[in-house]
């Protein structure tokens, strides 16, 4: 099997080597920080060279993964619109029509296992036995590296339970060629993913993730927070309600709440810009990319460059950019839920309106209805850009986990039913997120009676909107696929309309299907 060893994050700081043999990239013990980077920047990098050229996955339509998730988590809900249907392919998910041969659902279906696969021949290449020639110190650290591929294995495995509630069945020990592995179901993944998590987090075990570890690398409470997030869905994963996951995700919140190196940014926008790497205090786990070491059209390129458009008054330069691709719209039932944008004092309505209407009267694709976003910017703390040009891309990550969410998820736990939380403490901590909104003026705190599950669902959107969380938050409250919740071109009407259920799930690809007959899509 031919590896590649090389670099693609920063924080690995390592520089893109050629591609070898495992043999030889196993060699040295200083090639397993290599492939690790090269399992990290998998999320983010579409292959070995600038920008994605030198794919690594020829059967796709040459898109990083970060791209692909950022679609199908945001594309067909009520928060982006995207004005470009035709040249990025994604009528289907804006109006949530697709099928098994969309190739968004399964570009990012293959992405994730090719992330399993090289965790997985790593990790074949970590055992004891394998490792026993390096000295004591590059075990001690190749060992730290083995938890951090189990984290990522465990984390793509979420996202494939999250998207399409079955996989097939692969770890280290499964043969690599001449087997057709079975399927998790829901349950079994879920299962598999907890399992994984709960001994890469406890105490005193050499198999567990180091209390802290460097920017953009999986330590303790980084599994906490994916934990918590399992936890929290358990009932969509599971297919049925059951308040003792509710109380887990309240567990795995407060070990991460109870943390004293972590703390809510005071500036919310400082969470979005090209210096974000500096909100270690928030920030938990990102997708690492900058415009030297880690060129990207996904991640944080593709947010910014797509939020922004070309026009004398919305000036690129002022966002860190060279230049914009301006196909993003926020929709407005998303806008809507800050009240009036133009006098709020909410700091997260971050929305550009000169010549735009709020809501959409026609066509999805007039470019002149929808807000621009202005959440993420690659723009330093200074305000001067980052590194970017057309050649370069921005140089801002893209958060997957942060601290605010810890605090919601924890609050919604509560409501939910979990214990280890009172309600007044889970009021307390929205209304910490929302203080920081509202700059610490008093008018953002909400009562009692205002906290509700409904409101949870809208202060998410107001915190997380661009950040690859919000269908997972409609299909939880069934707002997703149902009437109960309604959005423009929901359902590809302008009115919008509820949609078949089987939308609340993306299909297998049917190239799997064939080639592994222990793979189902029931509902397609």
Known sequence: MILVASSCTDVLDQMPTTEDTSKDVYAEAANYKKVLAKIYA???????????????????????????????????????????????????????????????????????????????????HCTDEEIARFSEAEQTEIRTFRSEARFMRSFSYWMVLDLYRQGPKVDENTPVTGYIPEAYDGIGMFDFIESELKELVAEGVSSALPATNEYGRASKPVAWALLARLYLNSAVYRGNVDTKYYTECITACKQVISNSAFYLEPEYAKLFNADNHKRTHEILFAMVCDATTSVTWGGGTYIICGSCGNSSTQDPAKYGLSNGWGMFRARGEMTAKFGDIATTKDSRAMFYTDGQAQFFTGAIDNQAEGYFFE????????????????????????????????????????????????????????????????NQDESGKISDSDFTLDFILDERARELYLESVRRTDLIRFNKFVSADYIWQWKGGVLDGRAVNKKYNIYPIPDTDLTANPNLHNPLY
């Open 42 to 124: 998998s999320y983010v990098l579409a292959g070995q060279g600038q920008g994605g050229d030198n794919g690594d996955l020829t059967s796709i339509n040459g898109q990083d993964f970060s791209r692909g998730y950022f679609n199908l988590q945001e594309a067909a809900t009520d928060e982006v619109a995207n004005t470009w249907l035709s040249g990025n392919n994604l009528s289907d998910l804006t109006y949530i029509s697709w099928d098994a041969k969309d190739s968004w659902v399964s570009d990012s279906y293959y992405w994730l296992f090719f992330n399993i696969a090289l965790c997985n021949e790593f990790l074949r």
């Open 375 to 438: 959440k993420f910017s690659n723009l330093t703390d200074e305000g001067v850009a980052a590194s970017n040009s057309a050649a370069t891309g921005c140089s801002t990550d893209y958060p997957l986990l942060r601290l605010a969410d810890i605090y919601l998820m924890a609050a919604e736990a509560q409501l939910r039913g979990g214990t280890g939380l009172s309600r007044t403490e889970a009021l307390e901590l929205v209304n910490k997120v929302r203080l920081r909104a509202y």
